[in-house]
């Protein structure tokens, strides 16, 4: 495995950092003048009350102004006027990374995506190849970080502090994963197929810090539905989203999707590396839930979270809570639900806080992966304070539940959102 | 104007490290400078580039908040920032004291940063001054 930094280079980088430290200016964020009051800049130790985090507002390359949860690495939340459409636009789309060697350039005479390990025929193909030799597919499918939603937890984790945004959907181009495997030949005895990609970190080789690097098992169904994607909404791939081609797993959480991909190998043994034996990994429990006395006890046994599929969820995107709605005013509540178990069936919207339910009307199905919009008209005609809530049913009998979940890893969160609403008079 | 500089020196270490590379079509990678404040100028069309088969973006804009004042706070910005910057700590809610001691045990033992035992309990206790629910103030 290449390495971009060995021990030498990571003492290197210390000695330089360390020798500046106390000179670095320090970035002081600014109030917005469009609101009176801006957000905090930390929730905590309660959970975050807002759709997204309270991150502010920053700009990166082929990006529009996104929420910066941290900036090297690079992590950058979608703000939530995104999510009114079924599909999120590349230059909203969040963008996660665990390493802060990100690429800036990739050179696409040089680049090979390697098909290699347990297989008859290695294979080094290039972007001409992928797009030549292979036989073009689509898939509609929704990239959620195991993570999102975060900052909802109680008692609070450590970890990337999410809201809502660490999600997107898009129509993802590329080439069967087992279109290149067959032309390999995956050989008996393959138990696991590994994925790794061009980004890296300052750590010592075989920690964590180095490399992130996931693993599928090879018997698990999802494989047959994976796409290298070369293209995201009929565009080439944003670089913060994976140029040039990304790993697209359906129906799974985003940490399976592997950026930058670069190689696939197959294991003839169960990947043992930091990012799939330690982390990224939920309690063997309903819903992943557990608590911290019984993690603390060390009773808690854990799966990865590719052992799962997404759970079912739904969001309230309009009205957000930033402006009054007006008495006899007609508004329309609208979001989007999707679930890693197929297709949404239902949305249920509540204007008492959850007491009582009314189905929503759903909009254009874009198959099993995808978001589905969703919207419901409603006339207030009290003034007053109201809060409204969401929940989704998927074809497989799931239904959101009102009871939050907890886990030392913050995933899998999926209860029931809501929005509180204040209504003037009209008179 | 000297602070300046010398943060201008530490991301030209940072990249200078980072182009020292073996993957295979990678031109360069982590390429970090200051971001901007207030208003954003427009990214100039590419329309100038090579039709060549190289794909680049701009350096990745920084925009690290500023650290609590206290004992320990030049260790953590030398320290920590060797793999990120510390806006992973102000991002964070208040965590209590034990899991501050947690993270920086885990970053030592699990992820590999060579800090030595000094510093590291310097490191903690600057953590546990400053980021918890009793202690954190910004």
Redesign the interface.
Known sequence: M?N??HRR??????A???A???????????TSSQTAEALP?????GP?PYWNGV??F?????KL?LL???????QLETPRQYFRTAFTPNEAFFVRYH??????????????L?VEGNVEKPLTLSMQDLLTRFKPVSVAAVNQCSGNSR?RFQP?V?G??WGNGAMGNAIWTGVRLMDLLQEAGVKPGTVQLQFQG???????EG????AFIKSLDWNDPVLQECIVAYRMNGE?LP?LNG??VRLVVPGKFSTYWMKHL?WIRALTKPDDN?WMA?AYRIPDTPRGNTTPADIAAGKVKTVPIGNVNMPVRSFIVDPDGSSKLVAGLPVEIRGVAFSGYGRVTKVEVSLDGGKTWRVAQLGDYHGPYSFRTWSFQWKPTQPGRYTLAVRATDEKGNVQPDEPVWNPGGYLWNRIERQDVVVGTAS | MKRYHWMLLVLLGVWVMAQDSSLPGLKETGNYTQGSLGQVLQPLPVTNAQPDGVYSVGAWPLYTPELADGPGKELVMGYCQVCHSTTYITMQPPLPAATWDAEVQKMIKTYGAQIPDDAAKQITAYLQAHYTPETRKQ
């Open positions: 290449d971009p930094m280079n990571f003492l290197q980088r210390a330089g950092v360390l500046a430290a106390g000179m670095l200016p320090w970035v002081k964020a600014q800049s930390f929730t905590g130790p975050n991150n502010p920053v700009v990166y390359p082929q102004p910066r949860l941290t900036d090297r690495g690079i390493l802060d060697l990100i690429p800036n350039s990739i050179d696409l005479s040089s680049w090979r390697n900052s609070r450590a990337g502090q061009l980004d890296r970190g300052p750590g010592p920690k964590g810090s180095n080439p670089m140029f040039p670069t930091f330690t």
